[in-house]
């Protein structure tokens, strides 16, 4: 063999080698550029796996947040609902009072100015009376710890009012107490 044979069988023993170098530079490449889109695959579902959990979470937070809220708000309400609770009970006090000393036909002048100046407090604070008398018996608003029998009466009308009750922005602090009608049953 000649050394210009040689040296063109060197030359294509290159070429080839270039080709087969390149060739798997290029299987090199395709398989990174595959694993590296399976990574992004992957890294793409944990990003979602990731979001969703986050999402979960804050609705759990926004859930506690608005629990505690409403606990903050119970709370709050039963402390000022008794503490009303207290006071209506003094003003039951000076409104028997009153009557009492009316009855004696004693001045209650004094005592009225007090009453209205109550009345002013509760009405400031949104306690209002529930008016019961003549009303049908409701027992979200009523408590009946009496019956009367009249015929004459619509069944379960509100006869009498023992004591007075009281809402407080929409909340029954204290129900009525009342006397109620039955009509009178003749089975014979």
Known sequence: MSKEQEG???????NNNDEIKEQSDDESKV???DD????????????A???????????????????????????VNSVIDGIILQFLSIYD?????????EKQKVN??????ILKNMDSFLSEYGVTPIDALGEIFDPKLHEAISIKEDSSLDENTITTEIRKGYILQNRIIRPSLVEISKKH????
Do not use: P
């Not at 979001?51 to 119970?74: I, M």
């Not at 049953?185 to 014979?188: A, R």
């Open 49 to 75: 796996s990731y979001e969703k959990k986050l999402q979960y979470l804050l609705a759990d937070f926004e859930n506690l947040k608005k629990r505690t809220e409403l606990d903050v708000q119970n709370k």
């Open 185 to 188: 049953d003749m089975e014979l």
């Open 93 to 101: 006090d000076f409104v028997r009072a009153k009557e009492a000393l």
């Open 36 to 47: 590296l889109k399976t990574q992004l695959a992957q890294e793409q579902e944990k990003i």
């Open 31 to 33: 398989k990174i550029i």
């Open 108 to 113: 209650t002048n004094g005592l009225t100015s």
């Open 8 to 14: 063109k069988i060197e030359m294509e023993l290159e």
